[in-house]
């Protein structure tokens, strides 16, 4: 389990780099990394924030609704799961 630690400034590519670490300890192909990698840093900018809440992944969810194809969708909500797995969030994923 990674420990958070206080801070006032959100590292984007520092948060992306330890969930990379966290993601190839999960033995997941190099690939799959890459994708959830580039998937969770898109997420975070876009919810200004390396801590995102639930509330954050629905209006993140919502707004590449209209966008994206269904299986591009489920492949952000794997990414987020994860990416909520290791700040010790829940966050409910509804794949289409």
Request: hydrophobic content about 40%; proline content about 3%.
């Amino acid at each position: 389990m990674i420990t958070l630690v206080p801070r006032e400034v959100n590292d984007y590519e520092a948060s992306a780099a330890r969930f990379e670490r966290y993601l190839n300890d999960q033995n997941l192909e190099p690939g799959t990394v890459a994708l959830y990698r580039a998937n969770a840093l898109r997420y975070l900018k876009s919810v200004h924030t390396d801590r995102p809440t639930g509330q954050d992944w629905d209006r993140f969810r919502d707004s590449l609704q209209a966008q994206l194809y269904r299986s591009t969708l489920n492949q952000y909500a794997y990414a987020a799961r994860a990416y909520h797995s290791i700040i010790n969030t829940k966050i409910i994923i509804k794949l289409l």
